[in-house]
């Protein structure tokens, strides 16, 4: 009963920007709702955020799915590197990229750099499962194909890619709300999109109606998103039934394709990772010793570490009651609290934001700009990130070893500490080492929430690089990369061991 209560306590919790949306919707004067939204402002923020996703996604799709196949599926010399690689563009955030590309390509602007740079930003969103996947599946297919005459393009389109469909949507799904929240990287470029408006908005004047109607059409947008990747999902099923064919999947030569086959690699590579390393790298060498302002990035790094610790905490502990629910009680009341939480968290952080400092200026004034109102953020923020890894983990947990401590005399709290808990250490470690990197990469919400004098490596870089003190600002970049390739790695692991979609 009590993991029941936890569980829909954390599920109530995470619908505040839901509610948040819809009260300020339905309690605005219908005229003046109306006037907000269908405005020529309003329709220009929704066709850049409509064309930014219609042309990122499908373009994350193709590199992210032919990379994974070339070095998942080919005898791409050197693929066990670039494979590792080509996950590391996670390590550096997206606003990073673009302060990279505009310090690099002054003249970089509008929805050309915001395609350009959310493109080598988010790849590795579709490539990492995609690769999980062409590693995962069983070549059987592929062989019965190949001896019924099928060329190797035609086994691909018509055998393996139709199986990459789960991964393929989940990552777009994952890059497409990262386009509605993404604010520093867009607001470098001066690309205006819903949530660059709202921030606007709500550092000018203040304006709650305003942003609040923004607030409700991006939500809108985020829920349309949602069914789309659902309805294209379907109801097919694509588990194999025993232990499949006994050979490794198939590998194709790529004879005369291999040159151009490397040359596509190493240029997408240099374009994600060299572009930004060479940035940060030059700004360091052109700022020298005084860029290193060892007192101030000390401070910010050890507010950042404060920050993910806590952050990490409080959204793995959370998850678990949910978590524990959802594989040992499967049921309509379980998955109701879990898509309550995937929802909720699919909201944009200045939504987030925006619900919170609602919430608190009116009815909460003490908590307003405090720690405890940041952690709730973001647990609300990354809490999906904890439950896919830790409902893996009590799964491969046998629910005997929980019953057997019962009957021995163990209660709930010992036996789930003893047995549970301690069965489950590497999923929720997992789990808080990817908080952690979502929490030290975070920026809109500790923008809008966090104390005033806060100064986080996120913060800290954003206020420097908002002055054009690029050379000041490359230690606080170079630091938060140090910091999140550790974590990147670990998902690299993680999904070599299983997709967890």
């Not at 605005?28 to 309003?42: E, H, I, K, S």
């Not at 740079?117 to 062409?134: D, E, G, N, R």
């Not at 206020?463 to 938060?480: K, N």
Request: hydrophobic residues 55%.
């Amino acid at each position: 009963m009590l993991v029941v209560v936890a569980a829909a306590a954390v599920a109530a919790a995470t619908l505040i920007p839901l509610g948040f949306v819809a009260v300020s919707t339905v309690t605005t004067d219908p005229q003046t709702a109306a006037g907000l939204v269908l405005r020529p402002r309003v329709g220009l923020l929704l066709t850049n955020t409509v064309a930014l996703v219609a042309l990122t996604v499908p373009l994350c799709v193709v590199l992210g799915v032919t990379a994974a196949w070339l070095v998942e599926r080919t005898d791409l010399p050197g693929a066990r590197v670039w494979s590792l690689l080509l996950a590391a563009p996670l390590a550096i955030p997206a606003f990073v990229n673009s302060y990279a590309w505009i310090s690099t390509m002054p003249r970089l602007a509008g929805l050309t750099g915001g395609v350009l740079i959310s493109v080598l930003s988010y790849f590795p969103l579709v490539y990492i499962p995609a690769a999980a996947m062409l590693r995962r599946l069983d070549p059987a297919l592929e062989q019965s194909a190949a001896s019924l005459g099928q060329g190797p393009w035609r086994v691909f389109l018509r055998v393996v890619l139709p199986q990459l469909r789960i991964a393929v949507l989940g990552g777009s799904l994952v890059v497409a709300l990262h386009l509605l929240a993404e604010f520093g990287a867009f607001s470098m470029i001066r690309f205006d999109t819903f949530t660059t408006a709202i921030m606007d908005q709500y550092k000018s004047t203040f304006n709650s109606s305003a942003a609040n109607m923004l607030a409700a059409v991006l939500v809108g947008l985020c829920l349309v998103l949602l069914v789309i990747e659902a309805s294209a999902r379907g109801n097919a099923r694509y588990a194999k039934v025993g232990s499949g064919s006994s050979g490794g999947p198939g590998i194709s030569r790529l004879r005369g394709w291999t040159v151009p086959s490397t040359a596509f690699v190493v240029a997408l590579l240099i374009l994600a990772l060299g572009v930004p390393l060479y940035s940060i790298g030059r700004w360091l060498f052109a700022g020298g010793v005084a860029a290193w302002d060892l007192p101030e990035l000390s401070a910010a790094l050890g507010q950042s570490i404060g920050f993910g610790v806590l952050g990490a905490l409080a959204t793995t502990v959370l998850a678990y009651p949910v978590a524990w629910l959802t594989v040992r009680f499967p049921g309509r009341f379980s998955a109701l609290l879990e898509s309550v939480d995937y929802v909720a968290s699919s909201m944009p952080a200045i939504v987030v934001g925006l619900a919170f400092i609602t919430v608190t200026v009116h009815w909460f004034y003490p908590l307003y700009q405090t720690l405890p109102v940041v952690i709730a953020a973001y647990v609300l923020l990354l809490l999906p990130r904890a439950l896919v890894n830790l409902r893996a983990g009590i799964a491969q947990v046998p629910h005997q070893l929980e019953e057997a401590a019962a009957a021995l005399g163990g209660g709930p709290v010992r036996t789930f500490v003893r047995v549970t808990l301690r069965l489950t250490a590497p999923a929720a470690a997992a789990a808080g080492a990817l908080t952690f990197l979502g929490v030290v990469n975070e920026l809109t919400a500790t923008l809008l929430l966090a104390p005033t004098g806060t100064r986080t490596l996120a913060t800290r870089f954003w206020s420097l690089s908002a002055e054009l003190d690029y050379a000041a600002a490359a230690p606080y970049a170079l630091a938060m990369i140090v910091i999140s390739l550790p974590m990147t790695y670990l998902l690299y692991r993680q999904s070599q061991k299983a997709l967890g979609l």
